[in-house]
């Protein structure tokens, strides 16, 4: 038996394989401190019984704590002249022309900033030696300060890491335990001294955060488990022990297992062009997915708002250099609450209910009209109970928030009123999907819109609808897809080498000896886990840039070439990706920044095919609601709908219809139809 569970801003969405290859799903309130008792609680309700070989867990408590400055008191040492790099970011700025844009605060304050005066060059050599004495001082002062962590990051460290070896070594002598210590060539060895040093901050931060986290987790989860894994921000899962020396590598866990499975259901499917779209309680996130293979980014930023543009810009957070998916995300969710501001026009988010006290249609005490509120008076969602029967919905109180805070002082009707907000939350949604198709060069009528999370099916058809989108897919297991994500997921550790030579003198031997050493370490690292080594498979890649260029592109390394013809293979990709990129390519010199290296390794093999008959299996004992009126805006008005269960689709069905099921609702609008297909999922084509 397997367990994967996905912590949402308002559920937590848990599934079981267990080992005869059935799934069993639940879903469960996002409250942090006892999330793994209720998970317990749970599965022995459902009667689970003797040991679980692995729980594997989706997280945003290491993003959370960014955003909401809960990071651990965290010391900076480096070298002199470098103290306020983390203030001044690269002298970089969302909009030159913003005269009320105010810089967030960096992790570290100034007082904690302390500088060495040792010194490395640009070629590694040594100019300045590290100095004992100062350095004990410097890590005395940061004690008694009483801080938990200690980030050390010296320039050109990456080239030449005996410094930060040394401090690291002091800092263990006179602390001991007291504090972690977190350098920046074990989390990130590359040059860019500001984004490297950002990286180990954040990295040190987050260290006793997670640390105390998984702790309570795993106490709480060792009645059926001791071995617990971590989704990270690249799609692969690691183990805990790793989770807590690299939480840096885990900011995007939970939002990066959905889009693994919607990877995974189109490489199985046959679908080349995807845009993944997954909208739960509190965001809603969107993926750019190309021949079964999820946009990836080397780079991205944490803490600066909503990520709503291209990887490319700034937007005022805390740079992060780790291998990530390139998911850009938006504050509108079901749990997204609807405002009226000071100009009297409707707003939606992006502040949400959350889990506590939730839409008003709960009846957990939330005062406030969300966008579930909005889809329960329009009639998408069940007006009695959702999430199996589980969770009792108030339509009238729902109606009466909208009336009383949005339809009245707008004075509109109230079903007008509620449309009002999914039409506006669609809209911010809409920013994210064209930010992962239009601004990357892409025409989103290309694409198979795959539509997943608790709120994502009830919006899909509208948003394609609105992108001109013909085809959207539901795949099983909608609200709980992120939580299979998890259970489709590979280990997988990445690594890298800082190279920084014109392609054209470094010797193709030297590449190669550079990805054995670190195949060689993989293999080490991975064993560790548990894995074999000979389980271990390789993916080795190559950035590369025009010399004068700032920014590198990250393509395959062509492993069947000959060190013969390696550099002119090498050059060839390079430029045509480059055209791909940016529409033109030149002669000009080629230079090699680093070697890529990912080591994966697979952990279970669920195939889409095989689920289907579940789902159908599993609809036997529910009960099919009756036909209700649902408001598809002024154009149609109210209209008396469908309602069924997933397995009740046969042949080809026109809506309007709502299709209903434990963990989400699919809404199919007038205009649209909809099927099922041999995997199981629900095909939404407009008519």
Known sequence: MRVGFDIGGTFTD?????????????????????????????????????????????????????????TALTGYITTRG???????????????????????????PRQLRLE???????DGTIERPLLVEETRQVIR???????????????????????????????????????????????????????????????????????????????????????????????????????????????????????????????????????????GGTTAKACLIENGIPAEKAAGEIGGGANVSTHQFYKGGHALRVPSLDIVEVGAGGGSIAWIDDGGALRVGPLSAGAEPGPVCYGRGGKKPTVTDANVVNGYMNPQAIAGATMRIDRAAAWEAIKREIADPLGLETHA?????????????????????????????????????????????ALADDMEISRVVVPVFPGLFSALGLLLADYRHDYIRSIVTPLAVIKPESILTHYEDMRRVAR???????????????????????????????????????????????????????????????????????LRL?????????????????????????????????????QHGLLQTAVFRRADITGVQNGPLIVEEPDTTVVVPPGWAVSRDSYGSLVLTKS
Not at 94 to 108: A, E
Not at 116 to 122: D, N, P, Q, T, Y
Not at 420 to 444: C, F, H, K
Not at 606 to 620: C, G
Request: aromatic content about 6%.
């Open 14 to 70: 848990v599934l079981v394989l267990k080992d005869d290859g059935q799934i069993d799903t639940a879903k469960v309130l996002s409250l942090l401190d006892r999330v793994g008792e209720d998970i317990v609680a749970r599965m022995r309700q459902s009667g689970a019984s003797g040991r679980i070989e692995n729980f594997v867990h989706g997280t945003t408590i290491a993003s959370n704590a960014v955003i909401e400055g809960t």
């Open 82 to 108: 470098f103290r306020d790099d983390l203030e001044m970011r690269g002298e970089r700025r969302p909009n030159l022309q913003d005269p009320n844009w105010t810089r967030s605060r960096p992790l570290v």
């Open 116 to 122: 060495l005066s040792e010194r490395i060059l640009g």
């Open 141 to 279: 002062t940061l004690a008694e300060h009483n801080v938990e962590a200690i980030a050390v990051c010296l320039i050109n460290s990456y080239l030449n890491p005996v410094h930060e070896r040394e401090v690291a070594k002091l800092i263990q002598e006179q602390l001991g335990t007291k504090a972690v210590v977190c350098l920046s060539v074990d989390i990130y060895p590359q040059l860019r001294e500001y984004e490297r040093a950002s990286t180990t901050v954040i990295n040190a931060s987050l260290i006793p955060v997670v640390d105390r986290y998984l702790d309570r987790l795993e106490r709480q989860l060792s009645v059926y488990s001791d071995r617990l894994l971590v989704m990270q921000s690249n799609g692969g899962i690691a183990s805990s022990e790793v989770a807590r020396q690299r939480p840096a590598y885990m900011i995007e866990s939970g939002p990066a297992a959905g889009v693994l499975a919607a990877a995974r259901l189109a490489r199985e499917v046959g679908l080349d062009k995807v845009l993944s779209f997954d909208m």
């Open 417 to 461: 009123a509620a449309y009002g907000i999914s039409q506006i939350a669609n809209s911010a949604m809409m920013r994210a999907l064209r930010a992962v198709s239009t601004e990357r060069g892409r025409d989103p009528r290309d694409f198979t819109l795959v539509s997943f999370g608790g709120a994502g099916p009830i919006h899909a058809a």
């Open 524 to 594: 080490e690292a991975m064993q560790r886990e548990g894995v074999p080594g000979e389980a271990v498979r390789f993916e080795p890649y190559v950035d590369l840039k025009y010399g004068y260029q700032l920014q590198e592109l990250t393509i395959p390394f062509p492993v069947k070439s000959d060190t013969g013809s390696m550099l002119e293979t090498l050059a060839a990709q390079f430029r045509a990706a480059h055209e791909q990129a940016f529409g033109y390519n030149t002669d000009d010199p080629i230079e090699l920044v680093s």
């Open 598 to 634: 990912r080591a994966l390794a697979t952990v279970g093999d669920i195939k889409f095919a095989d689920l289907a008959a579940q789902v159908v299996r599993s609809a036997n004992g529910a009960t099919r609601s009756e036909p209700r009126e649902a408001y598809f805006g002024p």
